[in-house]
């Protein structure tokens, strides 16, 4: 749907179960839009938990608060959250799930499209609370790697992703 013609974090769950013996994998998404794919992909998968912070209501319109599963968790939030809306949904939800869930591996859906000045969302995330978004889910596992996603701003995504991955480059400490 939408701009993905193959769902990259998916490919790469997969790849690291299969491939590398990796057994419990945690996915992130904090793009702005709802990783419905994935979660269509991992819905009935224990293996893989997925939790995505995402605008709602917003395309493609799934991703709901009733949307949930053991291994499934969406966290809508409104249009016009910024880095603390974003920072607390992560502390009080995302991180004690995936802490829960003590996976061997956590992957990133970085979007970069709930930035304040993309053209494409009604968010106002800045390069600091990109950078401690990825900084909080670096300390979530012992391996982490994120996979570009959205961001539609061509002035500032460079700048988001070196705020990025400073984030995931930070010295590992506990989320919070």
């Known amino acids: ?61 799934t991703g709901g608060p009733t949307e949930q599963s053991e291994t499934t968790m969406n966290v809508p939030l409104s249009a016009g959250s910024g880095d603390d809306e974003y920072l607390l949904a992560f502390d009080q939800r995302v991180a004690p799930a995936v802490e829960q869930f003590s996976p061997d591996l956590l992957l990133v859906s970085a979007g970069f499209d709930a ?14 609370g ?5 900084r909080r889910c670096a300390a979530l596992a012992p391996r982490v790697a994120a ?15 070196t705020a990025a991955l400073a984030g995931f480059s930070s010295e590992k400490t506990t989320a919070g």
């Open 115 to 128: 930035h304040e000045e993309d053209p494409l969302a009604q968010m106002r995330i800045s390069a600091d």
């Open 147 to 161: 996979v570009l996603e959205g961001g539609y701003n061509v002035a500032t995504l460079p700048g988001l992703v």
């Open 130 to 134: 990109f950078r401690e978004l990825s």
């Open 1 to 61: 749907m939408g701009f993905c013609l193959v769902n990259n974090i998916a490919v790469a769950a997969r790849h690291m179960q299969a491939e590398h013996g990796v057994g419990r994998v945690a996915i992130v998404d904090y793009d702005v839009h709802h990783g419905n794919g994935t979660q269509e992909i991992f819905w009935e998968d224990d293996s893989v938990l997925f939790a995505s912070l995402h605008q709602w209501p917003f395309y493609p319109g």
